[in-house]
């Protein structure tokens, strides 16, 4: 075999063939003609996915390979690496993009050819799009690296012919960073959307540490702007350069490394300054940026990077310029920075502090906050400062926040402001505070400390409604509760004899079909794993990944396959339309042959569970086509339906009746707390 021939792990060839990876250990086992491991370890052997294609064809296992599965499994496998791959990738869809006729002429013959006479043509396009720079993002690869890549990128332009290029791109940058996500921090789209806003319309915008180019590509979507940015990381400057390239006809400028101690953008004077700043950092520049001239308000702390953050955007805007920084909240009080917030404030530079709701961005379980800056070009007569907290938007499960409600308290208020200079308060969440009330001895930005609060749980009157839904609840409860003479043991021979099937079997017949989630994007209502498990209403999103996303239809069974214990939902009228998301399988019955809720019925038996669980570490994965049922008439599925369907509605008042619980709990809490109620 050649030596830079992809190559594929068991779990992609579990994928290849549409089953589960003990599958493939067993073909191992019984097949000599298998393909030997080609690299890999011991444990996770490694093949070379031509020999892998051709056995399965030969043993009728694989009538043709997806091609999107084809060129994911080329860039997983890319001998140089996936970021090489995706980059390599991206170099030629911009090319596809610009120049669609010189990709026919290079890529007749043979991989030699095509991979020696890329590069000048690559460079011509590279450089119209990227110009100079002291240190380019994206560089044009040698042919050697090309030669590697001719496979990936042979299969990538045929993909681009179904799914266009930018939509290509997307694609393939989101398997890659689905498949790392502990390598990655990213920027939500909600939350580039909505930091967009915030800093408005501009013809020129800087990301400093710009990541994949969320932010940038959140604001940047006209041909007259211009978009610059700069990554420590060269690879996540790359793949934003082509990313911002193929979604927008604006000039963008990208460069590699560190904008603290070597700024590529030194000159550049923006009319907006957008940033996720890498939090936390000890060793930002601290001794040998000592004297720099960006540090207006003072110099930052050791332990401060992020005011250095700030102050940098500061220097890169042009007078009246605005910026917006995604912060820790611990900056808005470490009192090592104090001395910087109050000068700050005092020169009307910090215009707004918004307190976002846990799970808007990583680190999840932290609040986060946004930082509203102005360059000044005059002192403010009477400087105030909004003060923003959307702490009420937080999602109850692992779902992310309510970005529709966030947006609306934060604009709302901010645009107001923005306009008269205050806003009208509302307790709780926004206040317009004089900068002289926050310059004390800590100069505390955080809002919730400075809001009046609001009313208790909605008040008394709140309350009492709460407590008559709860009474209403656990009166339908007790008679939704099955009763112990109801159930009619089936006798132990009759349960022995009855004959069972798999989903898998179920499905090689066609009497379902199975769907797996994650795929494709946007859409605005994703069904997560969390819903499933809490039967909560759908509450995820999915991002643009290059495909249609996997859309549910009343009277599917979803079923989460990773931890969370037996569990099956059955989609109802409200949830329809939503998109599938990960983590979980999609099993949609031929309704002449299987009853729904028979089907999920079965599937959340415990043992039936344990069966088809697998293990690593301490996680359990669900292998769904191994789950078995009874063979059954339709008519008796529907009996065996109606029970569990009697069963969902009284786990679901169950589940109604302690969420109101804890309100009615809360709310009495909160108000004795704070003086609205009395113990009497």
């Known amino acids: 075999m050649q030596d830079n021939a992809t190559e594929v792990t068991a779990a992609g060839i579990a994928r290849l063939a549409g089953v589960g990876r003990a599958a493939v250990s067993n073909w191992r086992r019984r097949h000599a003609d298998f393909p030997k491991p080609v690299g890999g370890t011991g444990t996770s052997p490694a093949f070379a996915l031509t020999e892998v294609e051709e056995w399965l064809r030969k043993q009728g296992k694989l ?13 997983a496998g890319h001998p140089e690496g996936p970021v090489t791959g995706l980059l390599h990738a991206g170099c030629v869809l911009l090319l596809l993009h610009a120049r669609p006729t010189v990709w026919l002429e290079v890529s007749a013959g043979s991989d030699e050819r095509l991979a020696r006479l890329l590069p000048a043509h690559l460079e011509q396009v590279l450089g119209a799009r990227f110009g100079a720079l002291r240190a380019p993002a994206v560089r044009v690869p040698e042919p050697a690296a090309l030669r590697a890549s001719a496979p990936l990128l042979r299969g990538t332009v045929d993909l681009a012919a179904e799914l266009g290029a930018r939509q290509t791109f997307e694609f393939l940058l989101g398997r890659h960073l689905d498949a790392n996500p502990r390598q990655y921090t990213l920027t939500p789209a909600g939350l580039a959307d909505l930091m967009a806003e915030l800093a408005g319309p501009a013809r020129t915008v800087l990301d400093p540490a710009c990541g994949t180019g969320a932010l940038l ?20 400057a790359a793949l934003a350069a082509l990313r911002l390239a193929l979604h927008t006809r604006a000039l963008v400028r990208a460069a590699a490394g560190d904008s603290l101690r070597a700024d590529a953008h030194e000159s550049l004077r923006a009319d ?31 332990t401060e990077s992020e005011l250095a953050w700030v102050q940098h955007a500061l220097a890169r805007l042009k007078d ?10 611990a900056a808005a009080s470490r009192r090592s920075g104090r001395r910087i917030r109050a000068d700050l404030l005092r020169r009307g530079a910090l215009r707004a502090v918004v307190a976002l709701p846990a799970g808007a961005a990583p680190p999840h379980g932290v609040p986060l906050h946004l930082w509203v800056l102005r360059r000044p070009d005059r002192a403010p007569a009477q400087p105030r400062v909004l003060l923003v907290d959307t702490g009420a938007a937080a999602a109850e499960g692992r779902g992310g926040p309510d970005w529709q409600a966030v947006r609306e308290a934060v604009l709302d208020a901010w645009r107001e402001f923005d306009r008269t200079g205050g806003v009208e308060e509302r307790p709780g969440v926004s206040r317009a505070l004089p900068v002289v009330d926050l310059l004390d001895d800590d100069v505390d930005l955080a809002p919730a400390r400075h809001l009046p609060p609001p009313a208790p749980a909605g008040g008394t009157a709140r309350l009492a409604r709460v407590r008559e839904r709860l009474d209403e609840t656990l009166r339908l409860t007790a008679e939704l509760a099955p009763p112990a003479a109801d159930l009619a043991p089936l006798p132990a021979a009759d349960h022995a004899r009855r004959p069972l099937t798999t989903v898998g079997e179920l499905a090689r017949g066609g009497a379902l079909m199975l769907r797996t989630g994650g795929t494709g994007g946007p859409h605005p209502r994703v069904l997560t794993d969390h819903d499933v498990l809490s039967g909560e209403a759908p509450s995820g999103t999915l991002p643009e990944a290059g495909e249609e996303p996997v859309l549910l239809e009343a009277g599917d069974v979803v079923v989460p396959v990773l931890g969370g214990g037996p569990a099956a939902r059955v989609v109802d009228e409200a949830t329809a339309g939503a998109a599938l998301g990960r983590n979980l399988t999609l099993l949609r019955p031929d309704p002449a042959a299987l009853d729904p809720w028979f089907l999920a019925g079965f599937l959340r038996g415990s043992a039936n569970h344990r069966r088809a669980s697998s293990y690593a570490s301490t996680s359990a994965r669900l292998d769904v086509r191994r ?20 069963l969902a509605r009284f786990e679901e008042e169950l589940r109604l009746a302690g969420r109101l619980g804890a309100q009615l709990v809360r709310g009495i809490h909160d108000g004795l707390t704070e003086g609205s109620l009395l113990p009497e």
């Open 63 to 75: 009538a043709e390979v997806p091609l999107r599965e084809r060129v994911r499994q080329q860039l």
């Open 217 to 236: 590509r959140a604001l940047g979507r006209a041909p007259e702007q211009s978009l610059y940015g700069q990554d420590a990381a060269p690879e996540l």
């Open 272 to 302: 907006v300054v957008l940033c996720h700043p890498p939090f936390n950092e000890r060793n930002w520049g601290h001794e040998e940026l000592a004297y720099d001239p960006r540090w207006e308000y003072g110099l930052p702390a050791r």
């Open 320 to 329: 009246g310029g605005s910026a917006v920084l995604l912060m820790p909240p």
């Open 627 to 646: 789950l078995q049922l009874p063979r059954l008439p339709l008519e008796q599925q529907r009996g065996y339906g109606r029970r569990f369907r009697e």
